[in-house]
T-cell receptor, first 115, second 115 residues
Framework: KAGVTQTPRYLIKTRGQQVTLSCSPI?????VSWYQQTPGQGLQFLFE???????NKGNFPGRFSGRQFSNSRSEMNVSTLELGDSALYLC??????????????FGPGTRLTVL | DQQVKQNSPSLSVQEGRISILNCDYT??????FLWYKKYPAEGPTFLIS?????DKNEDGRFTVFLNKSAKHLSLHIVPSQPGDSAVYFC??????????????FGKGTLLTVNP
């Protein structure tokens, strides 16, 4: 089975721009979660999607949004980019995530640099 | 408020010896714990997990121990190999609704295995 894929792998944007990142989960997985990794804050949860619905949300401003399509692929969007948004953005997929021992599998991440 | 803590930022061991990575948590709603290994510029790779109904889970060279009363878990790697050198993250998932349905990560421990 192919793993979680994320595109693009690297992005450079300037302040004020917006960006869209894409994630394709493992085949058969319906839950997709997004995380932000920075040196200072570590890995922090952004949101989770299941069956095209946002099921859970972390403590990030409204500039961070996402969506999920009927094939479980997911996108996240960051509008009005700030320097502090520079980070590694990770996508993780799982079968359901509500199951007791379901596991999240991560993609390689998208490295976003905001200049 | 750091709910999952990895108090050792780094650990260095000799090849062939045991590596012990520790993790403490404060949220009693956590009932499923996972360890991930991460290389620079890659996504975390799932290693091993443990449910709160168990106190030990073993998979090859990796064993995770859970002490619920102390809210402490540890990952043992025996024998350690140079290829194990990476950052290890402890993560926890809650068992009830809302914000507990997400992975909460520790800050990570950099393991270096010396030949």
């Amino acid at each position: 089975k192919a793993g979680v894929t994320q595109t693009p792998r690297y992005l450079i944007k300037t302040r004020g721009q917006q960006v869209t990142l894409s994630c394709s989960p493992i085949s058969g997985h319906r839950s997709v979660s997004w995380y932000q990794q920075t040196p200072g804050q570590g890995l922090q949860f952004l949101f989770e999607y299941f069956s095209e619905t946002q099921r859970n949300k972390g403590n990030f401003p409204g500039r961070f949004s996402g969506r999920q399509f009927s094939n479980s692929r997911s996108e996240m969007n960051v509008s009005t980019l700030e320097l502090g948004d520079s980070a590694l953005y990770l996508c993780a997929s799982s079968l359901n995530w509500r199951g007791g021992t379901d596991t999240q599998y991560f993609g390689p991440g998208t490295r976003l640099t905001v200049l | 408020d750091q709910q999952v803590k990895q108090n050792s930022p780094s650990l260095s061991v000799q090849e062939g010896r045991i590596s012990i990575l520790n993790c403490d948590y404060t949220n009693s709603m956590f009932d499923y714990f996972l360890w991930y290994k991460k290389y620079p510029a890659e996504g975390p790779t799932f290693l091993i997990s443990i449910s709160s109904i168990k106190d030990k889970n073993e998979d090859g060279r990796f064993t995770v121990f859970l002490n619920k009363s102390a809210k402490h878990l540890s990952l043992h790697i025996v024998p350690s190999q140079p290829g194990d050198s990476a950052v290890y993250f402890c993560a926890a998932k809650g068992n009830s609704g809302g914000s507990n349905y997400k992975l909460t990560f520790g800050k990570g421990t950099l393991l270096t295995v010396n030949p």
